[in-house]
């Protein structure tokens, strides 16, 4: 281990293999204290509010958000010529309202929010058909209530966005690194956004006092909330109609291996707390996080899980991997990920803005730097030879404004170019 930490001050890219992963997931799940329950739970609940999600955002064409799942045969003949098994997208980066695997837990916690407020307070029942949420004394009492979070961007958007949008105050908490791009996005929509020059943590931190001991701010702790976690698991719960479609079927012997860009951890924990209920043994998941802020393999490696912070290891938590840039892994999740997680391996900035532009040379897929951090997956886990379902959870860029994107795909040419001289 002591290795590893060196190569980490000195940001090196490196590869960690888990050695206490659990090699029978199903019966570590089944001592949790939550688990496929939570999940069937946030499905339903999804689906009660469909039709409201549907009046609000109609290019949801149903009110369920969900995103493409495409083959990336292109981009294998580009970087893996020798790859065994095939190559597959998970595009969270389409997903519609916010743009990014965020409108996964982000928009489920406020819907989970909204729910047991009406309850309450008996505006609906269960049984009722939600669209009368939308009904103007409802959306008036949920007005007198506030949605808090802090963000480094995505986060911000889908509950700023979704919080807004059925009649909450919307706050958005953002750290120094968040792009402006997202804050005017946020602002445009009506959502209160409040500026600090510390990173996520210390947004964080601020977001969580401000609604210490109010009963109408609800903070969505993105560090510790279960309600966004489980959000984001209900994905292993839908994919199964587009690995049918595909015909993928996945072993122990051809598993499915993810690969899933990782800030505070909520979302690739979410991720793969679902696909380990729903594939058991017969999926591996791999977290990649940049070289500057790797909090989440620290935490996991020295065992002090959210009470980790890279700074203490010399490293600074600038990147332009805004998504990524978090100096302290969520508490909830770490030791999660310590027995779920299959292994992490770092990245710099560079190889991201390349990946990104070959993406969209070789698919014409748009993604911001953030979400390419699983396309050097297969060669980083060393799993580039296994024949196996391998899957790259691309997770934002939707959004992305035309003038910053051409940059970025100038910059990753420029990165490319030189990288084959």
Known sequence: MKDIITRIKNMETVFYKNENVEKNPGEYLAGLDFGMNEIMDAEKRMKRFAPVIDRLFPETKGGIIESPFVSAEKLVNALYPNMKGSLWLKLDSHLEVAGSIKARGGIYEVLKVTEEILLKEELIDINDDYIKILEPKIREALSDYTISVASTGNLGLSIGIIGASLGFKSRVHMSGDAKQWKKDRLLARGVEVIEHDGDFTYAASMG????????????????????LFMGYAVSAMRIGSQFKKNGITPTKEKPLILYLPCGVGGAPGGITFGFKHFFNDAVECYFAEPVSSPSMLLGVLTKKYGKTNVNEYGLDNITELDGLAVASPSDFVAPLAEKLCNGFYTINDDDM?????LLNKMEN???????????????????LERDAYHIVWTTGGLFVPDDIYDKMILRGKIIDENSRI
């Open 353 to 357: 803005f390349r990946h990104l532009y």
């Open 208 to 227: 969580r006092k401000e609604a210490e001991g109010k009963n109408k701010i609800h903070f969505v702790d993105d560090e510790r909330s279960c309600n």
């Open 365 to 383: 897929i748009r993604i911001e730097p953030s979400a390419a951090a699983g396309i050097p997956g297969p060669i980083a886990t060393e799993n």
